[in-house]
């Protein structure tokens, strides 16, 4: 493509060289820059890539994107500098450009929030799909172009890889895109340039404040999802999270609300509840769903609202969420021969811990005694990644604690910190006598086979904190561990 095409997707403060240059393909690391590529240098987190200017045009680039003037003090003849405000954000519009615009070509909705994209984007993706349309899905478990899976690798990918995958879903006839968008890809601008045609709010809890810093940081890199919406869009947010109308509050985006606490446009309530699924009432409509727990509602309504918002059929769409299964390590249930089931979750901040824990004790209030005469209790396994935000490590000690029957610390994915040293920041957040009652054990497997010894008829044992991933990461080193192998091995 040649370069004066490309610059029509961002605004330039200036340009030294020529534009009539042809690229090859554009590239942010320097190590895959090839003769004739289109370099964008970022200042990044950890490494500056203005840094790399000079070996990308030894390696061959002929075009250098860069938003530090003084990167141009040293410009080599035959190469093409364009100074920007933001290479983030024009790496973003420059991959859209060069991807051809997919998502002015596609209906593309993005789910934003704490927990619940996932859930709420795969459904959607298998719903638009159970009605007769091509789709495609990007989300923290798999991509899908279509009905061709790839392996996912972020929640949101790149902007470049991003825009290839939006660009094959063009390519195989997909009508709509449903994607998962985090913050770190709205603060890393990945998706600057994309057109969605809609946006929902889950939720929002603490999560990732490693990165942003603070909780308001946080809120407000969410928020710039829908302050970008243009007016023909809508945007479909939670009113039961305080922060719900604070996402939309500037929005030009036309603005629908649902709830299952208060006034809303689209209201839902359980009727009945059971591990297999719920009876739900959905705008005074009732339909079973095989899907539980009061999150799983809003997560649900948010789906409900979107569709509407889509255009489908209001009946059509009940009679599909009606058929909908769990998504992967999302409150995922596995019966034992013995009577106890275990409960595969991903749950891995506070607040996604104790909605879990608090629909299965609903669940488990509304139970009769075994006939040993106990009242089945809750045997909980989490741990916290490393790496990440430690000050939610007690946090999410205390809520276990205070909902189970028994809780096992164990790890998670402790990365490149000690495992021991993530179970004592966790232990941080519990008295002496509830540590006493607390069984701390850092293999996982071994948490697992330990939590399936104890249960008895009736309990249910809850795996927190991996749902669908099948690996741990121990000292930079991926092992294959998946929690559903590990609880079916002991049963």
């Not at 996912?152 to 470049?160: E, G, K, R, V």
């Not at 299964?325 to 999302?330: H, L």
């Not at 299965?360 to 909980?380: A, D, R, S």
Request: hydrophobic share 40%; net charge negative.
């Amino acid at each position: 493509m040649i370069l004066s095409e490309l610059l029509k997707a961002i605004e330039p403060l200036k340009v030294v060289g020529s534009t009539d240059v042809d690229v090859h393909a554009i590239q942010f690391d320097s190590r895959k820059v090839e003769k004739g590529d289109l370099f964008v240098a970022q200042a990044g987190t950890a490494v500056d890539g203005h840094t790399f200017i000079p070996s990308c045009v030894k390696r061959g680039a002929n075009v250098v994107i860069l938003d530090n003037s003084q990167y141009l003090n040293e410009v080599q003849p035959g190469v093409t500098y364009v100074l920007v405000k933001n290479s983030e954000e024009a790496l973003g519009r420059l991959a859209h450009q060069w991807y051809g615009c997919p998502s002015e070509k596609l209906t593309l909705v993005g789910v934003t929030g704490t927990n619940g994209k996932t859930t709420i984007a795969t459904l959607l993706y298998e719903m638009v799909r159970a009605l007769g349309h091509k789709a495609g899905l990007i989300s923290t478990v798999v991509y899908y172009v279509d009905d061709k899976a790839f392996p996912s690798t972020h929640t949101t990918p790149d902007a470049l890889a991003l825009n290839a995958l939006l660009a094959q879903m063009v390519e195989a006839g997909c009508d709509y895109a449903f994607m998962e968008v985090s913050s770190h890809s709205i603060a890393q601008q990945r998706i600057a340039g994309l057109q969605f045609a809609g946006a929902m709010f889950t939720n929002l809890t603490r999560d990732h404040i490693d990165y942003h810093k603070t909780f308001d940081n946080y809120r407000d890199t969410k928020k710039r999802l829908f302050d970008n919406l243009k007016k023909t869009a809508f945007a479909v947010t939670n009113a039961d999270d305080k922060n719900g109308l604070v996402m939309t509050q500037n929005t030009r985006a036309k603005v629908f609300t649902y709830s299952v606490q208060s006034m809303a446009d689209h209201r839902g309530k359980i009727l009945e509840e059971g591990f297999d699924g719920m009876l739900l009432s959905i705008d005074n409509q009732e339909v079973f769903v095989p899907l539980v727990g009061r999150f799983n509602v809003s997560n649900l309504l948010c789906i409900y609202s979107t569709a509407l918002c889509l255009g489908f059929d209001k009946m059509e769409v009940l009679r599909i969420l009606s058929a909908l299964k769990p998504v992967n390590g999302r409150f995922e249930t596995i019966h034992s021969p013995k009577g106890w089931t275990a409960i595969i979750d991903y749950a891995h901040t506070p607040d996604a811990v104790e909605n879990v824990i608090s629909t299965i004790n609903e669940i488990l209030e509304n139970k009769k005694p075994t006939t040993n005469g106990q009242k089945p209790k809750l045997i909980t396994i989490v741990g916290c990644g490393g790496n990440r935000d430690k000050g939610k490590r007690p946090m999410m000690a205390q809520i276990a604690k205070r909902g189970s029957g028994q809780l096992i610390l164990t790890s998670d994915n402790p990365r490149d910190e000690e495992p021991r040293d993530i179970l004592n920041d966790m232990i941080a957040g519990l008295t002496e006598d509830e540590l006493r009652s607390t069984l701390v054990i850092e293999d996982r497997a071994a948490a697992i086979q330990t939590a399936c010894t104890l249960a008895q008829n009736g309990d249910v044992i809850l795996v927190a904190g991996k749902g669908h991933e099948d690996y741990q990461i121990i000292k930079g080193v991926k092992h294959h561990f998946d929690d559903h192998e590990q609880v079916r091995k002991y049963i």
